[in-house]
């Protein structure tokens, strides 16, 4: 059975002599978490100690100002890093060879990424905002038990100078030197809470209140005896009622409401930063004596409690009285509730006791997990820089083929030189599927016809037009039109029979130079509207035919006083059918009856 250890012993501003003496610095490996001695864990401070002094021999040999930091996480192999890069600054004044130094280079990085599975020694490692420590006082009386203090209360920083026992023995008072009677001599810290309009804040002596002979339970004696020197607590309404948010906050994210709530809330923000500085100005004797400042809060005023808000704010401010950058300003390492002066005493009681805690527990697989983790985070890496450089390629698909819309030579010469190594004028269009019949920019261009950039394409870019597409089609083969033909051929012409293109393979006819092709176009064009003329003609010859019949039959019922095809029916002549149309339906309605005609002289001479 356990014996409790009275909390007023364990109060780290006046800490028992006994308990003081007992404790012991806990070290931990980073990964696995396993305890290790203060031997092993001086020993590698030792060797990081050296790593500081190589490190300000090699800033010294390059001529820097020699700045020795603390050691940070994962730094095993420092020395021998150190050690290789003092030699290579050395070979490459020699004139050593980029091949040595790629070598040496690989070879660092090799090191230093397995360096990620190697652990550290560190007092910080504890997986809690707290320091731990060994004590024989709980190994008789707890197991597994071990003595903890807010890393943040001693200034813990993870250095080889940094020492947590003496800085803790630094902070309480002793046998030797008590603690004065003096609640301002004993020492004072301010404790500042800050949430949605609540404000709760308190000057605390260290000197804390007897509380022999009060009654309560343990907690609520330790409660007791807290000694406020000053405390103050206000709300102002600065929050939108069950929905969360400061109303500046709102109108950052969603522009400046007009409604009364938020004129009301704004005034009460801006009312609120005035309560808050005033109350700084009548402290102000007091927190200039205060040798910790904790900060708790949400918003302007303490999310980051060293920038500026309604409690820190910057040194340039006049009114500031806990200025930004001020090392007494700490944040509160654990969740409080709604600031009020008994949340301030809890949260007081919480930081100035040493707490009992379980010892962490080992994790042994850790160091597989570590590794499986990072083999699962490099394949995810790689998968996404996959995906990122289809995104790419199609993104320069889409601006080729707008470039080729738009027959901007320019442009495209620009595109092409611009993104040579990303994308070339024979690369696949992407995505592949999207453009099977069409796979690069010169089956493209050929496709929809644009005759120019089809010539451009072959003799400045240099296109390939022996490439086919997924139905073994080239270019040239799916050329949209007789125009965009006589443009390959031309570009044949251009380059010449022994530019190196197996032309058979393409299929491009003959070449042609340039006069020719504008002789065979205009040729071309000339036959077709010959063509058309006759077409209309005839076209003009069986309508005149078709209306001179329908008016002969038309007298002939006349003079018979009848209409064909029986009593009472009245037929509409084909002429009467045109009639009610404009020129250009006319001409389509006889097209169409001409082609018709031409299918039905077709299907007769086939059937003989």
Not at 101 to 126: H, Q, R
Not at 164 to 169: C, Y
Request: contains cysteine.
């Amino acid at each position: 059975m356990s014996v409790e250890i009275p909390y007023a012993k364990r109060y780290i501003y006046n800490l028992d002599e006994s308990i003081l003496e007992s404790l012991r610095t806990l070290y931990f490996d980073s990964i696995t978490f396993e305890q290790k001695t203060e031997k092993e864990f001086l020993q590698r401070r030792k060797d990081e100690i050296e790593d500081a002094k190589a490190q300000s021999i090699t800033d010294t040999l390059e001529n820097k100002p020699m700045i020795v930091q603390p050691k940070p996480r994962n730094t095993g192999l420092i020395v021998s890093t150190l050690t290789n890069l003092k030699l290579s600054k050395t070979k490459e004044d020699d004139g050593d060879d980029d091949t040595k130094s790629k070598e040496k280079e690989e070879k660092e990085n090799g090191n230093l990424n397995e360096e990620n599975y190697e652990s550290t020694l560190s007092f910080m490692t504890t997986k809690s905002p707290m320091i731990l420590f060994n004590s024989a006082l709980l190994s008789t009386t707890e197991t597994g038990k071990c003595f903890g203090v807010y890393k943040t209360v001693i200034n813990a920083i993870d250095s080889p100078n940094f020492d947590p026992l003496a800085a803790l023995k630094s902070t309480s008072f002793g046998s030797s030197n008590p603690m004065p009677k003096d609640p301002i001599e004993s020492g004072i810290s301010a404790i500042f809470m800050l949430s949605s309009g609540h404000f709760a804040g308190a000057i605390i002596s260290h000197l804390p209140h007897s509380t022999k002979g009060n009654k309560g339970t343990t907690t609520e004696l330790q409660l007791q005896s807290v000694r406020l020197l000053a405390h103050k607590t206000f709300h102002r309404y600065t929050t939108r009622r069950k929905q969360g948010g400061s109303q500046s906050a709102m109108d950052d994210a969603k522009g400046k409401a007009n409604s009364a709530g938020s004129t009301l809330r704004r005034y009460n923000e801006q009312a609120l930063g005035k309560d808050v500085e005033t109350l700084m100005d009548e402290w102000k004797p007091l927190i200039d004596q205060c040798s910790s400042i904790f900060i708790r809060g949400s918003g302007k005023g303490g999310k980051n409690a060293r920038g500026t808000g309604l409690i820190v704010r910057d040194g340039k401010d006049p009114k500031a009285i806990i200025k930004t950058g001020d090392k007494r300003v700490k944040m509160i390492p654990f969740a409080t509730k709604r600031p009020t002066t008994m949340e301030l005493k809890r949260a007081w009681c919480e930081l100035s006791y040493l707490k009992v805690i379980d010892v962490p527990s080992i994790e042994k697989g850790e160091v597989e997990k570590r590794r499986k983790r990072e083999e699962m985070m490099k394949k995810s890496k790689d998968e996404k820089s996959e995906d990122e450089k289809d995104s790419e390629e199609v993104n320069l698909t889409n601006e080729l083929i707008a470039l080729l819309k738009k027959s901007k030579a320019p442009a495209l010469l620009s595109f092409m030189k611009k993104n040579k190594g990303k994308f070339e004028v024979n690369s696949k269009l992407q995505p592949e599927e999207a453009y099977r019949l069409t796979p690069t920019a010169l089956h493209y261009a050929s496709r929809k016809g644009y005759a120019f950039m089809v010539q451009i394409l072959l003799v400045q870019l240099h296109a390939d037009p022996t490439v086919v597409s997924a139905i073994g089609k080239t270019a040239y083969e799916v050329a949209g039109d007789v125009e965009t033909r006589y443009s390959f051929r031309v570009a044949r012409g251009i380059l010449g029979e022994e530019c190196g293109i197996e032309w058979k393979e393409t299929h491009i006819g003959r070449s042609m130079s340039k006069d020719e092709a504008a002789e065979a176009k205009a040729a071309s064009k000339k036959e077709e509207e010959t063509r058309e003329e006759e077409e209309r003609q005839k076209l003009k010859e069986e309508h005149d035919s078709v209306v001179e019949s329908f008016k002969s039959a038309e007298s002939s019922r006349e003079g018979r006083g009848k209409v064909l095809g029986g009593p009472g029916v009245v037929r509409v002549t084909e002429e009467q059918k045109l009639s009610g149309l404009s020129e250009m339906q006319r001409m389509k309605v006889l097209r169409e009856q001409r082609f018709r005609a031409i299918e039905a002289r077709l299907k007769k001479q086939q059937e003989k």
